[in-house]
């Protein structure tokens, strides 16, 4: 990619991680912006045009994404506290440190955990998921798709395909905080219904954005859930709105958005 500012940063040790990633010249510079207000004309588009282009990157045409000052880990909190309610089942296909991590977060929010863990260096088996689900009513199943501290990659479109034989209700929900931008994810043609990720990696700019995508069926659930959300900065009964709103050109307000970050996605 060229250098279209002219603009380069200072010389530095190579960060060589899986993220925070290195970030391009021209998108550190964008990031020198004047201040602008969450509500202002000016803003409404970049955050329209954003929030449309996080489908393109996953391939999806109905799917609503969600663009939320955070980290990552915001998104296992949108999906606890909006898609389970107390005493619900989640399964969590364990291929490393994250997957403990996601199932903390659905036991905080009142969710009942089972974990099906694979050999360190291996992904969860389509024939140990299928025995899972047959066993028991599950509703959602979680896998991460690549966990950086295995560097394991599980196959998504395969996880997907089984629940979706064995399970047609259970919602599949995709950690890909490491993946998106980076592996392939068709969101619609696997039937995915949450796709979670952060700004810092694939996507390639600085940390600072929770960035998640949910299908229509997810929001469906949502809507239907009989107890009311146990978070207040994570609920969808706030953030949904919002997302609509700046999509359709015009301004609304829940909570000021991290606009320098936004404006990079672009």
């Known amino acids: 990619m060229a250098n279209t500012t002219g603009f380069k940063q200072e010389p530095h040790k190579l960060l060589v991680i899986p993220g925070p990633i290195e970030v391009h010249d021209d998108v550190l510079y964008a990031n020198a912006h004047y201040s602008v207000s969450h509500v202002s004309p000016d803003f409404i588009p970049v955050f329209g045009d954003c929030i449309r282009m996080v489908r393109d990157v996953l391939f999806t045409q109905g799917g609503q994404p969600f663009i939320i000052a955070g980290s990552g880990t915001l998104g296992w ?136 995508v949910a299908s229509p069926r997810a929001i469906k659930v949502y809507e239907q859930r009989k107890t009311p959300v146990s978070s207040y900065y994570a609920s969808w009964k706030r953030w949904l709105p919002i997302m609509k709103a700046y999509e359709a050109g015009t301004a609304s307000y829940f909570a000021t958005r991290k606009l320098s970050d936004i404006s990079l996605l672009l």
Not at 162 to 175: C, H, M
């Open 77 to 212: 909190d949108q999906v606890a506290c909006n898609l389970v309610e107390n005493g619900e089942k989640a399964l969590v296909l364990h291929s490393g440190y994250f997957g403990d991590s996601f199932a903390d977060c659905l036991e905080t929010y009142g969710a009942v955990v089972t974990q099906i863990k694979a050999p360190v260096g291996s992904a969860v088996g389509m024939d140990e998921l299928r025995s899972a689900l047959q066993r028991e009513n599950f509703k959602i199943v979680t896998v991460t798709h690549v966990d950086t501290s295995t560097g394991v990659l599980s196959n998504v479109k395969a996880v997907a395909e089984t629940v979706r034989e064995v399970s047609p209700d259970t919602l599949v929900i995709v950690d890909g905080v490491c993946s998106v931008a980076s592996e392939e994810i068709k969101f619609d043609e696997w039937g995915l219904d949450i796709v979670l990720t952060a700004s810092q990696k694939g996507l390639g700019t600085p940390p600072g954005l929770s960035i998640l």
